[in-house]
Structures are given as C-alpha cells and as structure tokens.
C-alpha cells in the first residue's frame, strides 16, 4: 500500500507568499497615496483660507509670462487660487488622479509631479502674453490624468493600463481644456500640464532588467 503525504507544496506556498506581498504592497501604496494626496489638496486650501484672511494678496507670486521675476511663481502657482470656486473646480479631480498617480510609489509620484510642475508652468511662461498672470492646480490636474494614462503603456503592467484606461473614459472631456476657448482660463497650463504628465510617466517609468542569452 503506498503513503499519500497531504499539504501544501513548496510552489502554492511560494505563490501564496508572492500574492500575499504583492496584497501587501498595494495596501502600503495605497495608503501613502491617499496621505499625500490629502496632504496636498490641504495644503492648497490651508493657503487660499490664509489669503482670504489676510490683508495680503498671495495670487502676485504666481507666473508672470515672460518676466524673470515672474519665474518663481512656478512653484508657487499650484498652490495658489483666484478664489475658493477655483480651487473646489480643480480639488476632487487632484484627489482622485493624485492618489492614483502615488499608487505606484511617494518617490515616482514627487519626481513626475516635480517634472510636470516645470514642463507646465515653463510652458505657461513662453507661451502666455507678456504680463499675464496665470495660478491654480489645473497643470497638476492635467498632468496627472497624462501621467496615469501614459503609465500603463511605458510600464507595461495590466493593472496600470487598466486604470489608465478607466481615467480616460472617466475624464476623456478635460481634453478639450488644452485649446484655447473661455478668457481667463489658461488652456496653455492645461496643454503643457498633459504633455509634462505623459513625459514623466516616460521618465520614471520601470527599468527592464536586461536578459541574458542562454548557453
């Protein structure tokens, strides 16, 4: 009679380590994502709060086109907004693409968003009419829905075209924000924005480890 040993096999136990991980990581990332992306959209409101209180006009330090002076404000435009409708406009969609571009990592997220913030607010600068003043979060906006569009494609994993295809058909209709239309909205941030997302989701993208020929 022969002996039939039960259990689990040295490969279900290593698949089920993989995904317990994998289950592990995504939770983690989660988390930091949903943080960090609070933590931001807070930031921006913690700021226009103070400019509605203070005798201080915050909205000067923004992006002033073609003026030297006025390159600094690159940094500081997305966190500063023409009033409180402005920032509502451009809070849930930063929550929403913000989380999902910090899905993959806090150090991707910082380096895509720092890329995104140049590409944009430079674009801003060369493009806009001298003396024109340009804030708001909407590069950011723009910049994150290329940025997690673009990311599945560069990286090649399932979950990330997935999303990104689900961000496309859920925010498709902000594309026509990147021609020009109503005065007083700066369609070149958008534009420049969505080209700075796409390009460091290109940046950061996965390395591929390189295969070695087999002998």
Known sequence: MNDHAHGTTPVGRSTGAVLKRRAGNLAAGALGAAIISVL???SMWAVEVADYVLPAEFDVYG???WDPDGLGGIFL????HAGFGHLMANSLPLLVLGFLAALRGIGRFLAASLIIVLVSGLGVWFTSAPQTLTVGASGLVFGYFGFVVARGLFDHRALDIVVGVGVAI???SIIWGVLPGEAGISWQGHLFGLLGGVFAAWVVRRRRRALSPAR
């Open 40 to 42: 931001m959209v807070g």
């Open 63 to 65: 992006i002033w086109a």
């Open 77 to 80: 435009a997305p966190f500063l």
């Open 170 to 172: 859920a925010y498709y």
